[in-house]
């Protein structure tokens, strides 16, 4: 429990670290932040988050110390999270704070990519965030456990607006997305934008030869296209991202893949 004015002491931190890291089965994760300024104040995590990562939970830390912590989504599949989410704010009226402050809850159902090896996963997200009296974010509390691809399927056919890549168009099941992950992981944004004759992207097609087979190969080529009014939403995903790539390449085609390792 607690209210939204963030944690407490340091006694209480260390208890609530030890609580969730004798729990395998859950990743969690929390970020507090200073209200005022939203600077980030204290992190917190388990090894089940670092081990769906593919890393060790002393390396997440560091990299988050450093800002050089690698994504968790590939990066089509984290722009898809970023348009659902925009829709769904656009359409939602989050409750307002209670005096002692409140919590805004968000549930959701993605593939996730781990580091090493290299493999993805599909998971159950959940992300709580802690708002104090004035509607200030005091921290960000994040809950992952991996699915299987039946019950990933399962979420998909009940509540399709909690699943972003199926709800933007992306209809492959969740035993597709983990075997075309590698292919997925090949192909870059502005590839798959530029290739896809009905996104009416203004760049130029693929120019190599190699570009063009990671395209064919990847599964977001059969994913997105000829499914009807998803098309559309598919073609506003690709050029979107795109367009953003093209802009700024390093913070989107780059932000699933992080460093390379030494």
């Known amino acids: 429990g607690g209210d939204g004015e963030g944690l407490a002491g340091g006694g209480l931190l260390e208890c609530l670290e030890d609580l969730w890291e004798r729990d395998a089965g859950e ?28 890393m060790h939970k002393e390396e997440v830390l560091a990299r988050l110390a450093a800002h050089e912590a690698p994504m968790a989504f590939l990066p089509l599949d984290w722009f ?17 704070p209670s005096p002692r402050g409140g919590f805004l ?32 974010v005091t921290h960000v509390r994040f809950l992952s456990t991996p ?51 009905w996104s009416s992207c203004p760049w130029p097609r693929p120019g190599s030869k190699a570009a063009a087979q990671r395209v064919a190969a990847s599964g977001y080529s059969r994913a997105f296209g000829g499914r009807g009014l998803l098309q559309g939403i598919a073609a506003t995903v690709l050029y979107l991202a795109g367009r953003v790539a093209a802009v700024a390449p390093s913070r989107l085609d780059n932000c699933g893949r992080g460093p390379a390792s030494s």
Not at 114 to 131: I, Q
Not at 152 to 181: K, N
């Open 27 to 54: 990743g969690f994760m929390e970020f507090a932040f200073d209200p005022a300024t939203q600077r980030r104040t204290h992190v917190m995590l388990n090894s089940r988050t670092a081990a769906l990562a593919g």
């Open 80 to 96: 898809c999270v970023l348009l659902n989410q925009t829709f769904y704010l656009s359409v939602a009226t989050p409750a307002s």
């Open 105 to 136: 809850t968000e549930l959701m159902y993605i593939r996730m990519a781990r580091r090493w090896p290299p493999g993805a996963c599909v998971a159950r997200l959940e992300g709580v965030k802690g708002l104090n009296a004035r509607g200030e």
């Open 147 to 197: 699915i299987t691809p039946a019950e990933y399927d399962d979420a998909c056919r009940r509540c399709p607006e909690a699943c972003p890549m199926y709800y933007m168009g992306d209809l492959r099941t969740g035993e597709e997305l983990v075997c075309d992950f590698a292919a997925d992981s090949a192909a870059t944004i502005v590839e798959l934008a530029a290739a896809t004759a």
